[in-house]
């Protein structure tokens, strides 16, 4: 079954809504009424029946209403008044006397009944074929010493009658209300839904080559708005990713293709001098350069699709940064030397991170590396350890060749060597940095950079602090 568009599911549960309130309000309202008009009857029988007991009077056995005839007021009121009533003696049960209206209905208590009616409540109801009527029952003492019950009736038709056509109405109110609610709700789907549109018409327009463009907001701050600025946010990371691939492959074919024509230009010349056995060997050995430089790339390449992956898995364990520093102070010293470098490590106490050591390491590692690549013969580097609050911070500190303003914003992009004074003369290929960014990443830090062009730089990784031993490590 094909799934119901949105605008026909709004309009439908707008719809359902609709009826469901007016079919409860319509219940609710017949209610209401049925109770005032209950009421409104049972208030108007109770002070027609205390009035018209003045008029009464009893001469001998038999009851007569005595009042002014030529007083209209009165006569209505008695006349109407009177329109339902019947009188029974209580002692033996007999109707007395009863209205023409009273008998053509052809109704008559028993004495059981008679009795009954006494001790039951003031009010009470009459349902014959012929009326249906509410009737208030009142004993009554004569003057001769006898009592009477006495009964005035109001008819129940007026009420039936108003309830019988609100009920009606409201058969004909629910349906006509459902059907204006289906236009209504279809009409404000389409209202509601055109700004959806407007982005999906828009999201379309948006192609590969368009990454640009973003969508338009219209500034009221609504979900629609939201929705809008967070596929923009999309299209922003989009972009960036696909720049990136863009940059990749650009750079991973230039990197390719360099040691490739070198080894293709040394295997041609080894052919046309195949008889100079120095000279084979010659090149051999700048070819297995060439190819000690292609595995490495590779192999940095694959660490960091395995890494971004999520394919590797750090350990969580307490590192000494100290005594990480001293140690990868120590092992590259002689790499130093031979340019005539200072490299130091400085600390003070120990400073505990949690973390996977040998990643730390590499990450450190590449950092001295490259300060001693961009650090002219006779510079200094040095390794600072310190704390501050509840962070660890490493600094590798170099008075080398600096990093140009342009290129600070992509040193930690991969395969960027954007910098002049960091070409081809240096090697790698542009991958390290970003393995460190990664590590640092991974171990809920943060690295940055401080560098101005002939006077050094300043790479910095940022670490939470080991907790206590009486805290649990996470």
Known sequence: MKPLKLRTKLTLIYAAVFTLLLAGVSALFYQLLEYQLDKALAQELSERANALRGYLRFEGNQPRFVYDTSD?????FVTTATRYFQIYDT?????????????????QYTPEEVRELIRAPEQSGIQTDQANLLVNNDVVRAANGRSYLVQIGVSLSPR?????????????LVPAGTLLALLLGWWMAKRVLRPVEALSAAARDIGISELHRRLPVRGAGDELDRLAIAFN?????????????????????HELRTPLTALRGEAEIALAHAGAESECRRVLESQLEEFEKLSRMINQMLT?????????????????????????VEQMEPVASTKDISLTARSGADVIVTGDTSWLERAVL?????????????????????????????EVIDNGIGISPQAMPRVFDRFYRGDPSRSSEIEGAGLGLSLVEWIVREHRGRVGVESRPGQGSIFRITLPLAPHKSEPVI
């Open 72 to 76: 209209p007021d009165e006569a209505s």
């Open 91 to 107: 002692a033996s049960g007999a109707l007395i006397a009863r209205s023409p209206e009273m008998e053509a209905m052809r109704f």
């Open 160 to 172: 039936d009658t108003a309830l019988s056509h609100l009920f009606r109405i409201s058969l004909w």
């Open 233 to 253: 946010e999309v299209l922003e990371r989009l972009e960036k990713a696909v720049a990136q691939m863009k940059d990749f492959t650009a750079s991973i074919s």
């Open 304 to 328: 960091l699709a395995r890494a971004e992956a999520g394919q590797i898995e750090l350990a969580r364990e307490t590192a000494n940064l100290s005594a990480l520093a001293r140690s990868l």
């Open 366 to 394: 590449n950092l001295i590396d490259n300060a001693i690549k961009f650090t002219p013969d006779g510079g200094v580097v040095e390794v600072r350890v310190r704390t501050q609050g509840s962070e660890a911070i490493l």
